[in-house]
């Protein structure tokens, strides 16, 4: 019962933090809807406000835990458009140089997402970026 409360709460959590990052009025709060996807085992939750999307880790696989993703943790923020195409600023974590931001852009295809972008690759001793990697996202929405 605790659990279920606590991830309530985050729901409401992260229906007002879309509302507020998509610049979106209370009172429009019906143009939102919320969806589940899997993303490399993580359960996220996908916030569509308007033409705002925000995903965030409703339930991160146990390996991104010691890298602080938590329930909440807010993984892209961006834009979808009317011909299916998304575009904004992903992340990557990391334990020891802590959060990292970078643009991503793809499609939205039925009952999934892809978007791609250079993730940055820090060192861990001075956390400056090294080098860039390919990185895919993908989205699976679930049943």
């Not at 339930?59 to 998304?86: C, M, W």
């Not at 295809?109 to 990697?133: E, F």
Request: proline share 5%; net charge positive.
């Amino acid at each position: 019962m605790e659990e279920k409360l606590i991830r309530s709460l985050a729901g409401l959590a992260l229906s007002a933090l879309a509302l507020w990052a998509a610049g979106t009025a209370p009172a429009r709060a019906s143009n939102c809807a919320m969806e589940s996807y899997n993303h490399n085992g993580s359960v996220m939750e996908v916030i569509w406000c308007d033409n705002g999307v925000n995903i965030a880790y409703d339930r991160p696989r146990q390996s991104l835990l010691k890298h602080g993703v938590r329930p909440g943790t807010i993984l892209f923020e961006g834009q979808a458009y009317a011909n299916d195409t998304i575009s904004g600023t992903a992340r990557v974590f990391n334990r020891v140089c802590g959060v990292a931001t970078y643009p991503v852009s793809g499609n939205i295809h039925p009952g999934r997402i892809v978007m791609y972008g250079q993730a940055p690759v820090r060192d861990t001793s001075t956390c400056a970026i090294k080098r860039y990697r390919d990185d895919t996202l993908v989205f699976d929405l679930m049943p």
